[in-house]
């Protein structure tokens, strides 16, 4: 059974359509990263799923149930890392997560406290106020109240916004073990496209108010057929071309010019590219084309 | 069966925990005891002017009219700030995505308010028994009394503050929300006797809880004279278990659907607009 199954979801708000038409699944132990343009409907699609949120129309079930009719039982097979806001400031980080452990303790094992802020990283700051956090511990401490449960399904939004490089690679570690070792489903949504490209196994693009594409980021870049950068010497100057079909490229390259070429590079188009022009497709209204495109190049 | 009654644990534990903190944060604190503080100077200053009953002065009547008013103050205003507030910086969001979280956050508050309400209630009647000779440590049925009077009254005042509370989403609103009950303390013959008021305003008066919650700390607290200043020489024991009774029945009648219609509304998204707007209002 799908942890994530989602057909044909549709939101409007008013005579306002934000969702149009949303198809996908996840299994277990999957890294789901949902990208998208402000208001493409990323933030409905999550609160939708965590069953904060009534939908207009579609069949979604998480964890095998409607998020609609979800109990606290289902609940608590959830976890939801937040936004920072200024709640519980006057709470200690060890109390807090203690505090929140205790509300899982009828339906599952959480974490014990103590191993929990060594993992995200909090140890040192056990006994400080939640309110003179700094903005990184912070929201390290909402990573920390999301997995206190030991969800089977983790909701990040926006997880590492405000992260150092290092809390970030040390963040990027825990999402790889929650999946590998505790097989939990996780569904992000960054903004950071290198991030997601490092941590998700598949890639969503939402656009226009649908999922544009749905792959893994090698997978998107090939399909999306754009150009790779190829850069060469030659006689001491540096040359630079884009290429859609960077091999055949490259083979009259060397007929034309064989030895005299050095410093050969050929770079494809990173997801920040492919992404980019998916985007552009979908605003330029060629989004049915881009979607056709895209079947094709799955199939 | 079973998981509501840990819920009720984590809901028994928040509100200590919260507790703790408010009689650790100085501010906290501070904000606590204050109106006290202020209310027991000025009974103090008003310790030998006299009322139209003998031997009844207005420190006596205030201090333990103050007793009734507090727990209006704490059941109500307390209850509809915090719902407030913490709707707006997301401690209800949080409480919304752990399981029974809503259910124990409100636990809580319950059990937080109480404790706040029993240690006010605690500094006023030591300090009126200590200062004001005519209050005298009751017997076993004026204790009895107080003890019916305050759970009566919690139970009238607290769903009220939490329909309130679910009702303003903006807490700077709440500055408004407090001034008709400020007009209440007034009225209510809680700082002088009410039959000294044209009897219109004593009659609006008597339609909330806050007149009852000072008659029955008085009729608790207080000797016989001092009925002279009250409505109908009497103390109306069954009138103001019947209001307070009837303001419970409301509060609890409307809570429920008024808190599941607010936390169902509750959402990443909507906490954050809320913050956004509260975010332009200051810049």
Sequence with gaps: ?299 | MNKLTAAARSGWSRGLIELRHLFTTPQDLVAFLLPNVIFMVAMAFLRAVPTGAAGLSIGTLMVTSVLGSNVCFSGLLTMTQALSTEREDGTLLRAKAVPNGMLAYLIGKVVMITGATLVGLVLVLTYALLVFDEVAVPGPAGWLKLAAVLVVGLFATMPLGAVLGSVFANPRMIGFASMPIMTLLGVSGILYPITVLPVWVQWIAQAFPMYWLGLGMRSALLPDSALAVEIGHSWRGWETFGVLGLWAVIGLALAPAVLRRMARRESGSSVAARREKAMQRIG
């Design chain 1, 1 to 299: 059974m799908d942890v994530l199954d989602v057909r044909d979801l549709r939101m409007r708000y008013g005579s306002t359509d934000v969702l149009t038409g949303v198809t996908f699944q996840a299994h277990r132990g999957e890294v789901l990263a949902l990208l998208g343009p402000n208001g493409a409907g990323k933030t409905t699609t999550i609160e939708i799923l965590e069953g904060f949120r009534m939908r207009s129309a579609g069949e979604v079930s998480v964890l095998g149930v409607d998020p609609a009719r979800g109990d606290e039982a289902w609940r608590a097979g959830l976890g939801i890392v937040l936004q920072s806001w200024r709640d519980h400031g006057r709470w200690r980080v060890r109390e807090l997560l203690a505090h929140l452990a205790t509300y899982y303790v009828p339906y599952r094992t959480p974490w014990p406290v103590d191993e929990l802020m060594a993992r995200v990283g909090l140890t040192a700051h056990a006994d400080q106020r939640v309110s003179r956090l700094s903005g990184g511990q912070r929201r390290r401490l909402d990573v920390a109240v999301g997995i206190v449960g030991r969800p089977d399904l983790l909701f990040l939004d926006e997880p590492t916004v405000g992260f150092d490089p290092e809390a970030r690679r040390d963040f990027h570690d825990l999402v790889h073990q929650l999946a590998d070792f505790e097989d939990t489903t996780i569904l992000l949504t960054t903004h950071d496209l290198d991030e997601a490209e490092k941590l998700a196994d598949r890639i969503l693009v939402l656009a226009g108010g649908r999922v544009i594409a749905d792959g893994s980021a090698d997978a998107l870049s090939r399909r999306m057929n754009t150009a790779a950068e190829v850069r060469w010497s030659r006689d001491g100057e540096r040359f630079v071309h884009a290429s859609t079909e960077a091999t055949e490229f490259v083979r009259q390259l060397f007929a034309q010019h064989g030895t005299e070429i050095t410093d050969l590079e050929v770079r494809r188009a990173s997801l920040e590219d492919t992404y980019m022009a998916l985007v552009k497709g979908v605003e330029s209204g060629a989004a049915d084309v881009a979607v056709r495109e895209f079947e094709e190049v799955a199939r």
